[in-house]
Structures are given as C-alpha cells and as structure tokens.
C-alpha cells in the first residue's frame, strides 16, 4: 500500500486555512464582529454625513442627521458597538465644528445628541440583557399578549348555548392582570376568571405567566380540584409576589347544572327567568397563594332556557371609598339592561357602561341558555 505526501505548498495552504478558520471562529464570538456589518454601515453613514455637509452642502447633509447613526446603533447594536459608534459621532462632530460654520454644530444640537446618545446606551444595554436586537423584544411581547387573548377566548357551544367576554385593562395597557382560561371536554365546560392583584403593566407580567399555568391545569385535573392545584402551584413558586383572587366554574351542557368555587372572588350573578331577577352565588374561599393548603366550597345550580351565568372581576363594582355591595347593586342594574337587550353583547355593554370611570383592569363573562 502506497501514499502520497502532500507537497509543500499544499502543507502551507492547508495551515492557512486552518488558521484562517480558527481566526474566524474567535472573530464571530467578538461583539463588534458579530455586528460589523450594522457598525461598518452607521460608521460610515454618520462620515458620510459629515463629508457631505462639509464638501457637497449642509442642506443637503445637516449635521443634526448623525442623531439618526445613534438611535440606531441603540437598537441594533450591543454596548462594545455602540460605544465604538459615539466615539466616531464624537469625531465627527468634532471635525464638522472646525470645518463648516460653528453655529450649525451649537451646544442645543450638542446636548441633544448627547441625550440620545444616553438614552441609546441605556436601550441598549436592556437589549443586550434580554438577548435580542432590534426590535425583537417587543415582537416577543406582543406574541406573549396574543397568546394571553388566545388563551381567552371562549369555545363555540353546542345547541343552545351561547357564551360572550370583554376584557379591558387599566390605562388603556394592552397587559393587564385580569385573564380567563377555558376548556370544553365533551359536554363539560370549564371557565376560570382570574385577578392578579396590581393593575395594567405591572400585573400583566404575572398574569401572562399564570395564564399558561392555569390553561394547561383547566380540563385536566378534577375540576372539583381546579383551585386547589392553582393554589399550590402559587404556594410553591410565587411567594411574596401578591395574591390572587379567581372563580371557576363547571358547566354540564346536557343537563345544565353547574358547579362554582371561589377563591376570594366577588361573587358571580346568575339570572333566573322564571322569577326574572339576578342573584348572587354563595361560593367563597380563600385567595390563591396565601396559604399552603386550604378548600374550596362549591356551591350548586342549574342553568335552565332563558337563565344565564356571569363572572366579573372586581374592577367592575370596587370604588375607593365605597362599599363593595354598593358596587355590586350597580352591577345587578347594568345586568338588567343586558336581559332586556338580549346577552349576545352583554358582557361588552356591561364592561362600558360600569368601566367608564375605573382605574382597574376589568374582566366580564357571560354564558347563558336560550
């Protein structure tokens, strides 16, 4: 058996190449080279800036155009980068002041880069903590509220039943910490409403992470069981972080008898139409995430042609101040209105008629029976 010894030239082209490859290697985990090409182009757009208003015409290349290299270097660039860039802004407006008119490159357009160029560190550095650039970040918020929605929205019914929902949060936000997570399996209908204590933003965080807790563990655990395993799962992983009230409720669609439980809740409405009047549940427990173990009593009813069921969060009927019967005899009023008009839109009429004045995120649903 013979073999063939590489020449010279291919041993000194082979080594090239494993160097040239280990150089890359180390190059792609350096920050300015892996963002080289978004530096290379600002670096040369905030020159070219200043080339042109020197040598072509300042109309046409303004030097307060270079705030445009910084802001994007806060979006798109880490802070190693960025930091690159401000020092060649810096040269730039150096080198613009001594060589087009001093009034073009005053201290106002100074100070105002100079805010900006603050401002982008500090974007920056939350983007390089977070791991994503440019705009990622939101993208991945407003994935995460989507989900939140999806998660919410109500199964088609069989036959004749119908249900209807309205969420608003606080301040116009779209997170807040009001949430509903629903399942049907068979003839079963399973729906929670939950209420993180804290309003708009700064619940929102909190109900995005339950809301898939509570999601996966509706319609797959005992629904007599439902608050209990939610209990625990707050119990276990969210200690110190604030309570949270919620109501669940099973419906049988073939019979309509219902089961609800409360967990610090306000109490649900149920409309009779043989006597035409709401009343309210008697389900009571203790909020989420206070104790390690505790029960939930279930109270009973049926849901018969023509009656219907509502649940709300306590943004609807709480005014500081005031009485939270006082709340809830206003809600029983606005829930007239809907038996009149029929449910189709009742959760949506109730939420603007008693949400127009609160500063707390609210939650309606409504499930009735024709």
Known sequence: MSTTKASPLHRVWRSLRSAGQRAMAIARRKVLFRYRLVLI????????????A????????????????????????????????????????????????????????????????????LLSGVRERLGVRGLRGEQM????????????????????WGTNSALEQA???????????????????????VDVSGKGVDAGTRALLLSG?????????????????CNDYLWRTALGEGFVTAVHVS???????????????????HFDSGSGQWTTTDAKGVVLGVMEETTYVHAHGRIRSGDALMLYTDGLIETPGEDLDAGIDR????????????????????????????NDDRAVVVVWRS
């Open 251 to 269: 419906v049988d669609l073939d019979t309509g008898d219902y089961r609800i439980a409360s967990a610090g809740h306000p109490p649900a409405l």
């Open 141 to 160: 918020l407003l994935e995460l509220r989507d989900r939140l929605r999806s998660q919410g929205l109500l199964p088609e019914l069989p036959g004749t």
């Open 54 to 121: 020197v040598y072509i015409d300042p109309w046409w290349f303004p030097p307060s155009a270079v705030i445009l290299t910084v802001l994007a270097g806060g979006l798109l660039l880490r802070r190693k980068s960025l930091a690159f860039l401000l020092i060649v802004v810096a040269g730039v407006l150096l080198f613009l002041a001594f060589r087009i008119d001093v009034a073009q490159v005053g201290p106002g357009l100074l100070l105002t880069i100079g805010v900006t160029a603050v401002l982008a560190y």
């Open 331 to 358: 809600l029983l009023g606005a829930a007239e209105g809907i038996v009149t008009n029929g449910f189709q839109d009742g959760a949506r009429r109730i939420v603007d008629t008693l949400g127009k004045e609160s």
């Open 213 to 229: 807790a509570f999601g996966g563990l509706i319609g797959s655990v005992p629904s007599e069981d439902f608050l209990s395993h």
């Open 171 to 193: 301040g116009g936000s779209s997170f807040g910490g009001d949430f509903l997570v629903s399942a049907q399996r068979g003839n079963r209908l399973e729906l929670a409403v």
């Open 41 to 52: 182009t600002l670096v040369v757009l905030a020159v070219g800036i200043a080339l042109g």
